[in-house]
């Protein structure tokens, strides 16, 4: 593969409000280095993608805003959301994860009924009201613009569901608990593209309440659906700007090449 | 992604509608001011200029982040080329506006030829139904109009040629007219490019609506043409 120069970056910081912002975050497996001095901004209700060949760091990046990776890595440095670090090992991690949710790649509904999917961790954290209880599924499933295909079969099993209505399940499940925040991991690699396309009118509808932060293996997924593009390579942020400039003028030679399909 | 785009190709298209409507008013308020003689009208419309070259500037940006960012294929690549390249004629429609502009401002000489200059008057207007009918066709995606624009543009090419014989007699018989008269050859050589302008808005319609790449200006096909 090409060698760049990973010093040469160009990041810019969105002229907007923020909902989360790490400053140079570094990630280490055992004593491996798999992401350098990370800083990013990333802009209230807008999509920011996360692209970048595999192994480039783009995943482990984003787990470690919610702080998916305490067990498995070291995370150094800041990630500030509304003044506070909570990379700060004061901070109680569930609480992030109320505020910041994530979708993965395979969608992973538990074994149980739609209905209870949604309200699983609705009622861990203390809801028991059966009318709270109903109101948030409804709510929940029509913002991931689900609850048309299922509002009859609510206490079917999720597993009946297809892959794409299982990912949109995974999404109301998170937004059930009313983030500020969501992490989606590659959320559209295991559908066919109807089911993306849903998906994606699903995330730019999203938008309306919600943060988004994606990480996608899919450049045209990206260039369709974000607002804000980080181009990630070898554990470096190389690149981050609009993603009309990303796609249009990109002004770092790497981020050209993985653009064009000129890489490696 | 088809409902994004679908939007966004919305919006292109109403800009492009607003852009063809202000460009209409233009050539009215060209051919108006030129024969009123009034030339602070004209200087109005020559500073003016300059917001449809940015309305042009605005339209191709848009169309090419469409392109990039949503990589539109068949009838939506259509789409978009098509009000790109159209964009593109509709400026030029205006920088001829601007030119009989610059002519009202320019000319000099007292010795005007009224029935020339009414007949102008007519030519512009018909240019301007012909814009017309070409906007409303891109809304519609209404390709069958296509042909009636390139047979208004060969009555705007007849008129063309009248005007031109009526002024090169008037010219012959009273050398006074002269001034006036090389004016009016070049204010109906304007209008006659504007309606070529036209029909490659109708060659564009087509290519929109039906993907072929025709050629529907006369003055192009045929060998006397000019």
Same mark, same amino acid.
């Given at each position: 593969?090409?060698?760049?120069?990973?010093?040469?970056?160009?990041?810019?910081?969105?002229?907007?409000?923020?909902?989360?912002?790490?400053?140079?975050?570094?990630?280490?497996?055992?004593?491996?280095?798999?992401?350098?001095?990370?800083?990013?901004?990333?802009?209230?209700?807008?999509?920011?993608?996360?692209?970048?060949?595999?192994?480039?760091?783009?995943?482990?990046?984003?787990?470690?805003?919610?702080?998916?990776?305490?067990?498995?890595?070291?995370?150094?440095?800041?990630?500030?959301?509304?003044?506070?670090?909570?990379?700060?090992?004061?901070?109680?991690?569930?609480?992030?994860?109320?505020?910041?949710?994530?979708?993965?790649?395979?969608?992973?509904?538990?074994?149980?009924?739609?209905?209870?999917?949604?309200?699983?961790?609705?009622?861990?954290?203390?809801?028991?009201?059966?009318?709270?209880?109903?109101?948030?599924?409804?709510?929940?499933?029509?913002?991931?613009?689900?609850?048309?295909?299922?509002?009859?079969?609510?206490?079917?099993?999720?597993?009946?569901?297809?892959?794409?209505?299982?990912?949109?399940?995974?999404?109301?499940?998170?937004?059930?608990?009313?983030?500020?925040?969501?992490?989606?991991?590659?959320?559209?690699?295991?559908?066919?593209?109807?089911?993306?396309?849903?998906?994606?009118?699903?995330?730019?509808?999203?938008?309306?309440?919600?943060?988004?932060?994606?990480?996608?293996?899919?450049?045209?997924?990206?260039?369709?659906?974000?607002?804000?593009?980080?181009?990630?390579?070898?554990?470096?942020?190389?690149?981050?700007?609009?993603?009309?400039?990303?796609?249009?003028?990109?002004?770092?030679?790497?981020?050209?090449?993985?653009?064009?399909?000129?890489?490696? | 992604?088809?409902?994004?785009?679908?939007?966004?190709?919305?919006?292109?298209?109403?800009?492009?509608?607003?852009?063809?409507?202000?460009?209409?008013?233009?050539?009215?308020?060209?051919?108006?001011?030129?024969?009123?003689?009034?030339?602070?009208?004209?200087?109005?419309?020559?500073?003016?200029?300059?917001?449809?070259?940015?309305?042009?500037?605005?339209?191709?940006?848009?169309?090419?982040?469409?392109?990039?960012?949503?990589?539109?294929?068949?009838?939506?690549?259509? #789409?978009?080329? &098509?009000? +790109?390249?159209?964009?593109?004629? @509709? /400026? %030029? *429609? =205006? $920088?001829?506006?601007?030119?009989? !502009?610059?002519?009202?401002?320019?000319?000099?000489?007292?010795?005007?030829?009224?029935?020339?200059?009414?007949?102008?008057?007519?030519?512009?207007?018909?240019?301007?139904?012909?814009?017309?009918?070409?906007?409303?066709?891109?809304?519609?995606?209404?390709?069958?109009?296509?042909?009636?624009?390139?047979?208004?543009?060969?009555?705007?090419?007849?008129?063309?040629?009248?005007?031109?014989?009526?002024?090169?007699?008037?010219?012959?018989?009273?050398?006074?007219?002269?001034? #006036?008269?090389? &004016?009016? +050859?070049?204010?109906?050589?304007? @209008? /006659? %490019? *504007? =309606? $070529?302008?036209?029909?490659?808005? !109708?060659?564009?319609?087509?290519?929109?609506?039906?993907?072929?790449?025709?050629?529907?200006?006369?003055?192009?096909?045929?060998?006397?043409?000019?």
């Amino acid at each position: 593969m090409q060698s760049y120069n990973l010093n040469e970056t160009h990041i810019v910081t969105p002229d907007e409000e923020i909902a989360l912002s790490t400053h140079q975050l570094q990630v280490f497996y055992g004593s491996n280095h798999s992401m350098t001095d990370a800083s990013l901004s990333f802009p209230r209700f807008q999509i920011t993608a996360l692209i970048g060949a595999s192994g480039s760091g783009k995943s482990t990046y984003l787990r470690s805003l919610n702080r998916m990776n305490d067990r498995i890595a070291t995370v150094k440095g800041e990630i500030m959301y509304r003044h506070t670090d909570i990379n700060s090992r004061k901070v109680n991690v569930f609480e992030v994860r109320k505020h910041i949710g994530m979708v993965f790649q395979k969608p992973n509904p538990f074994a149980k009924s739609i209905y209870d999917n949604i309200t699983f961790a609705l009622k861990a954290a203390g809801l028991t009201n059966k009318k709270v209880l109903d109101d948030r599924v409804e709510s929940s499933l029509k913002e991931a613009a689900l609850w048309d295909e299922v509002k009859d079969d609510l206490h079917k099993s999720a597993l009946s569901l297809s892959g794409g209505q299982q990912q949109r399940l995974c999404i109301a499940r998170a937004i059930a608990m009313q983030p500020d925040i969501l992490l989606l991991d590659e959320p559209a690699s295991a559908l066919d593209p109807i089911s993306t396309a849903k998906l994606e009118m699903t995330l730019k509808n999203l938008t309306e309440k919600y943060t988004i932060i994606i990480v996608t293996h899919n450049m045209q997924q990206a260039s369709r659906i974000s607002t804000y593009t980080a181009f990630f390579h070898l554990g470096h942020v190389i690149e981050y700007d609009k993603t009309e400039t990303i796609f249009q003028t990109p002004q770092i030679q790497a981020t050209r090449d993985y653009v064009t399909g000129h890489f490696g | 992604m088809k409902n994004i785009f679908s939007e966004e190709l919305k919006k292109l298209f109403s800009d492009f509608t607003d852009m063809g409507t202000a460009v209409s008013g233009q050539i009215a308020q060209a051919t108006q001011s030129y024969i009123d003689h009034d030339k602070a009208a004209a200087q109005s419309l020559v500073t003016h200029d300059q917001s449809i070259n940015g309305n042009e500037v605005d339209l191709e940006k848009q169309a090419l982040t469409l392109m990039t960012l949503q990589q539109p294929v068949a009838d939506d690549f259509r #789409a978009v080329v &098509s009000i +790109l390249k159209a964009s593109a004629d @509709l /400026e %030029r *429609i =205006g $920088d001829h506006a601007t030119s009989i !502009a610059s002519e009202t401002i320019r000319v000099k000489g007292s010795h005007r030829n009224q029935s020339v200059e009414v007949k102008i008057a007519s030519l512009s207007q018909q240019i301007r139904d012909m814009l017309t009918t070409a906007l409303t066709a891109f809304n519609a995606n209404d390709a069958t109009q296509a042909e009636k624009i390139a047979k208004q543009d060969q009555s705007v090419d007849d008129q063309f040629d009248e005007i031109r014989n009526t002024v090169t007699v008037a010219m012959q018989q009273d050398p006074e007219v002269a001034a #006036a008269g090389a &004016s009016y +050859l070049l204010v109906t050589k304007l @209008l /006659e %490019r *504007i =309606g $070529d302008r036209i029909v490659n808005l !109708a060659e564009e319609l087509v290519y929109n609506q039906t993907g072929e790449i025709i050629e529907l200006n006369q003055s192009r096909i045929r060998p006397d043409g000019d």
